[in-house]
C-alpha cells in the first residue's frame, strides 16, 4: 500500500482527504498543517493519528511515498522543492505557483530528483467536461473551429473561503485557471491570447469578471469566460457549460449537465450528472467527483511510471495563459503565452 500525507488541512482539502479514503491500495498516514485547529480537526475526522505543524519535520520523520500539497499558493516551491529533495513523489493545489520562474523551479527540481509531479488541476477531470472532451476527440462534430468555455456565478465563494476576496489577483487566478486548462484540454495549445477583466463586487480586492479571447495551433478560436458577479436563476454554480461548433456538427454542454451534439443526422440529448458520493454535497459535488477521478490517475501514473496528465511540466502552459491574460488586461495588448 502507498502511504501519503496531506499538507494543508483547511477547506478543500477535507475533499482530497475523502476521495483518499475512498481509493484502493493507498493510505494517508500523516497530516501536516500549520494552524492546530485545522489540523486537530481532520485528524479526528478521518483518523489519522500521525500530525506535525511543520512539513520538513514530516518529511523526516515519516516513510512516504507522496505528498498531497493543499496549501495556498506562495508556500508550494518549498514544499514541492523539499519533498523532491526527500524523494517523495507530490501532487499539488493549483494555482501551480505563484510566477513562471517558481513553477519552472519546481518542474526542475522534481525532474532532477526523478519524483513524479502532478498538479491539481480537477476541472478536467469532472465526470461531464470529460464527456465532452471525449465526445470531441473522439470525432463526434469533426474538427472544431470554434469553441466557448463559460463559466458564470453569483455563488458566495468567500464564505468558504474568506483569503480569496483579500488577493489582488482572483478569478482569473482561482477560477479562470481551471477555465483555460479546459480549453487547451479540448482544444490543444494557444498561439495567441488576449483578455479583458472587471471589478464588480467592490468588497473584493481583484477582478471578478474576465474574458479572454485564445487563438489555437490547431486553428480553433476560443471564447473563455468567467464571472463571479452573474445573478442566475437558476443558479448553475460550479457548472463549466460549452459550447463547439465542428466541421460536421455543434457540441453543447449545457446547464442540469445535459451533453447535446447535433449534426446532419439529428439531434442527441444525454444526461452526463456526476453521482453524489457519500461523502460529497450539492452544489459542489461534480468537483468533488473529479477530485476523485485526478487522485486515482494519479495513483495509475505512479502505478505503471507515466507521466500524469496534469504533470508540473503540462502545468506550466495552463500557468503561462494565466500570466499573459493577467498582462494582456493590464495593456500588454494579445500575446504569446509561449513567450512568457
Request: hydrophobic fraction near 45%; charge should be negative; include cysteine.
Amino acid at each position: 500500500m502507498l502511504k501519503g500525507a496531506v499538507i494543508g488541512c483547511g477547506f478543500f482539502a477535507q475533499n482530497q482527504l475523502h476521495a483518499w479514503a475512498d481509493l484502493p491500495g493507498v493510505g494517508i498516514t500523516a497530516l501536516c498543517d500549520r494552524d492546530p485547529e485545522h489540523l486537530a480537526f481532520a485528524a479526528a475526522r478521518f483518523g489519522i493519528t500521525r500530525t506535525y505543524t511543520d512539513a520538513a519535520t514530516m518529511l523526516a520523520a515519516e516513510r512516504l511515498d507522496f505528498v498531497d500539497i493543499a496549501t495556498t499558493v506562495a508556500s508550494h516551491r518549498v514544499l514541492v522543492e523539499a519533498a523532491a529533495a526527500a524523494g517523495v513523489h507530490v501532487i499539488c493545489q493549483k494555482p501551480f505557483a505563484p510566477s513562471m520562474a517558481d513553477a519552472r523551479a519546481m518542474v526542475a527540481a522534481c525532474e532532477a530528483a526523478g519524483v513524479t509531479l502532478m498538479v491539481h488541476e480537477n476541472f478536467r477531470w469532472q465526470g461531464a467536461v470529460r464527456s465532452a472532451i471525449d465526445a470531441l476527440h473522439g470525432g463526434a462534430i469533426g474538427a472544431p473551429f470554434f469553441g466557448r468555455v463559460s463559466f458564470r456565478s453569483g455563488f458566495d465563494v468567500f464564505s468558504g473561503q474568506p483569503y480569496l476576496a483579500t488577493q489582488p489577483r482572483f478569478i482569473i487566478e482561482d477560477l479562470g485557471i481551471h477555465i483555460l486548462d479546459i480549453a487547451r484540454a479540448l482544444f490543444g495549445e494557444v498561439t495567441h491570447l488576449s483578455a479583458t477583466t472587471r471589478r464588480v463586487n467592490a468588497d473584493i480586492r481583484g477582478e471578478d469578471v474576465a474574458t479572454m479571447l485564445l487563438a489555437h495551433r490547431g486553428g480553433v478560436t476560443s471564447v473563455v469566460d468567467c464571472s463571479y458577479a452573474t445573478r442566475r436563476s437558476p443558479e448553475t454554480f460550479p457548472e463549466t457549460l460549452l459550447e463547439i461548433d465542428g466541421e460536421a456538427g455543434t457540441l453543447r454542454l449545457d446547464a442540469g449537465y445535459r451533453l447535446t451534439l447535433s449534426t446532419p443526422r439529428g439531434e442527441e440529448s444525454r444526461s452526463v450528472a456526476p453521482p453524489l458520493l457519500p461523502w460529497a454535497e450539492r452544489p459542489w459535488h461534480n468537483i468533488q467527483e473529479s477530485v476523485l477521478r485526478i487522485q486515482a490517475h494519479f495513483l495509475d501514473c505512479l502505478a505503471i511510471g507515466r507521466a500524469p496528465e496534469t504533470s508540473g511540466a503540462d502545468n506550466l502552459r495552463t500557468l503561462a495563459l494565466v500570466e499573459a491574460a493577467y498582462a494582456s488586461a493590464a495593456g500588454a495588448g494579445t500575446l504569446d503565452p509561449a513567450e512568457l
